[in-house]
């Protein structure tokens, strides 16, 4: 196979004005038959949806980061949204929000590398306010997040006075701070009716908290959000993939449109859809979700065909092998919360963590 060669000292220039200085130096590592011995066991693991090619390119970067987070005591928390190099080569602990929102409240290494969004690498700061949290690209924001302020939240308790306000997880600490609990789209109906009232704000995405007010008798008041990925997705374009293939069984995410979840045979947040997957074994699949956790799955079930229109998320796919490394070595970019702001934003996130344990 060819030999790549990655230049650390080549990369170690191009850094961006005012980032850290240089960490530990490290030999440039490259795809040698010995290094692919070793990394043998790790391509197993994904070899249904990656190159051998590819693999050249990713193996010496996986190594290093294994290295790396032995040298730092860092574990990475990998959302199901990242790529399959990612998800299951460097990832310690892996999952949906709710499943990363534990794992951060229970991990004891020193350095947390959030491999996934802004929201959920603030999520991890504020059940670990003395460990080091880093994200590998500042600019991985989330269009929900983006949709909504404290300022609004506290609007919204005016205009809806005594109505309690969950928040999803998918928001700044700042609007985790004005609300009374947190919910993820696994636990949203259950946070809901864990408050024993008859009306409640669910905030900020339209189509999750349709679909709550689907599942429950309690009133839901919803906000404008909406997430850019599964709102792109349309029935047309799904009922076209099963009149292909009868057979084909269509699983959704709740952020989608409610006509999207209409016409699925089931609906639930990434762990749900990937549990459906392992648990029924359907002939053929489609994940209406972000496009790279159907290789992820895939990756295990390799039975399974998956049909996909490729949404991709383009905040979570900014996370790659080169940044997760840099993040390492550089120990950037750390994740601060305001102190005034974690202690209720943490409160909120911790309700919900209780609740659900
Ligand atoms: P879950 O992993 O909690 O289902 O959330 C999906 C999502 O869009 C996260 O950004
Ligand atoms: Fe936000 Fe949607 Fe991307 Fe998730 S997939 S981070 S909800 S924009």
Same mark, same amino acid.
């Given at each position: 196979m060819a030999t790549v060669h990655i230049n650390h000292a080549a990369r170690a220039t191009e850094r961006r004005p005012g980032s850290p200085p240089a960490g530990p130096q490290r030999p440039a590592l490259e795809f040698t038959p010995a290094l692919a011995r070793e990394m043998e066991p790790l391509y197993q693991r994904v070899k249904h949806v990656v190159t051998p090619m590819e693999w050249?390119?990713?193996? %010496?970067?996986?190594?290093e980061i294994n290295e790396l987070k032995a040298q730092r005591n860092a574990v990475i928390l990998a959302h199901n949204y990242m790529t399959p190099e990612i998800f299951h080569c460097?990832? /310690? #602990?892996r999952g949906d929000s709710l499943q990363l929102a534990r794992e951060a409240a229970r991990v004891e290494a020193d350095?947390?590398?959030?491999?996934?969004?802004?929201?959920?690498?603030?999520?991890?700061?504020?059940?670990?306010?003395?460990?080091?949290v880093l994200i590998p690209d500042l600019e991985a924001g989330c269009s929900l997040a983006s949709s909504i302020t404290g300022a609004d939240v506290r609007m919204l308790r005016e205009a809806y006075p005594g109505v309690p306000i969950v928040t999803y997880v998918n928001t700044s600490a700042d609007v985790k701070a004005e609300s009374d609990i947190c919910c993820t789209s696994s636990n949203a109906v259950k946070v809901v009716e864990s408050l024993g009232v008859p009306r409640v704000l669910l905030i900020p995405d339209e189509f999750l908290a349709k679909w709550v007010a689907t599942q429950t008798?309690?009133?839901?008041?919803?906000?404008?959000?909406?997430?850019?990925?599964?709102?792109? #997705?349309?029935?047309?374009?799904?009922?076209?993939?099963?009149?292909? /293939? %009868?057979?084909?069984?269509?699983?959704?995410?709740?952020?989608?449109?409610?006509?999207?979840?209409?016409?699925?045979?089931f609906t639930g947040s990434t762990a749900a859809m990937i549990d459906w997957v392992k648990g029924k074994r359907p002939r053929k699949v489609l994940l209406v979700t972000e496009?790279?956790?159907?290789?992820?799955?895939?990756?295990?079930?390799? /039975?399974?065909?998956?049909?996909? %229109?490729?949404?991709?998320?383009?905040?979570?796919?900014?996370?790659?092998?080169?940044?997760?490394? /840099?993040?390492?070595?550089?120990?950037?970019?750390?994740?601060?919360?305001?102190?005034m702001i974690a202690e209720r934003a943490r409160r909120a996130v911790e309700r919900m963590v209780n609740l659900t344990n």
């Amino acid at each position: 196979m060819a030999t790549v060669h990655i230049n650390h000292a080549a990369r170690a220039t191009e850094r961006r004005p005012g980032s850290p200085p240089a960490g530990p130096q490290r030999p440039a590592l490259e795809f040698t038959p010995a290094l692919a011995r070793e990394m043998e066991p790790l391509y197993q693991r994904v070899k249904h949806v990656v190159t051998p090619m590819e693999w050249v390119q990713y193996a %010496p970067l996986v190594k290093e980061i294994n290295e790396l987070k032995a040298q730092r005591n860092a574990v990475i928390l990998a959302h199901n949204y990242m790529t399959p190099e990612i998800f299951h080569c460097v990832g /310690d #602990f892996r999952g949906d929000s709710l499943q990363l929102a534990r794992e951060a409240a229970r991990v004891e290494a020193d350095v947390i590398v959030q491999a996934g969004v802004h929201f959920m690498a603030e999520t991890s700061k504020l059940m670990n306010p003395d460990k080091t949290v880093l994200i590998p690209d500042l600019e991985a924001g989330c269009s929900l997040a983006s949709s909504i302020t404290g300022a609004d939240v506290r609007m919204l308790r005016e205009a809806y006075p005594g109505v309690p306000i969950v928040t999803y997880v998918n928001t700044s600490a700042d609007v985790k701070a004005e609300s009374d609990i947190c919910c993820t789209s696994s636990n949203a109906v259950k946070v809901v009716e864990s408050l024993g009232v008859p009306r409640v704000l669910l905030i900020p995405d339209e189509f999750l908290a349709k679909w709550v007010a689907t599942q429950t008798k309690v009133e839901i008041i919803a906000w404008k959000g909406h997430c850019e990925v599964h709102e792109r #997705f349309t029935p047309e374009e799904l009922l076209a993939f099963r009149a292909a /293939d %009868p057979g084909t069984k269509i699983i959704a995410h709740p952020e989608c449109p409610p006509e999207v979840i209409e016409v699925a045979d089931f609906t639930g947040s990434t762990a749900a859809m990937i549990d459906w997957v392992k648990g029924k074994r359907p002939r053929k699949v489609l994940l209406v979700t972000e496009c790279s956790m159907s290789s992820n799955v895939a990756a295990e079930v390799p /039975d399974v065909e998956f049909v996909r %229109p490729c949404n991709l998320c383009p905040h979570m796919k900014r996370i790659s092998l080169e940044k997760i490394r /840099d993040s390492l070595l550089y120990l950037q970019h750390e994740v601060t919360v305001d102190p005034m702001i974690a202690e209720r934003a943490r409160r909120a996130v911790e309700r919900m963590v209780n609740l659900t344990n």
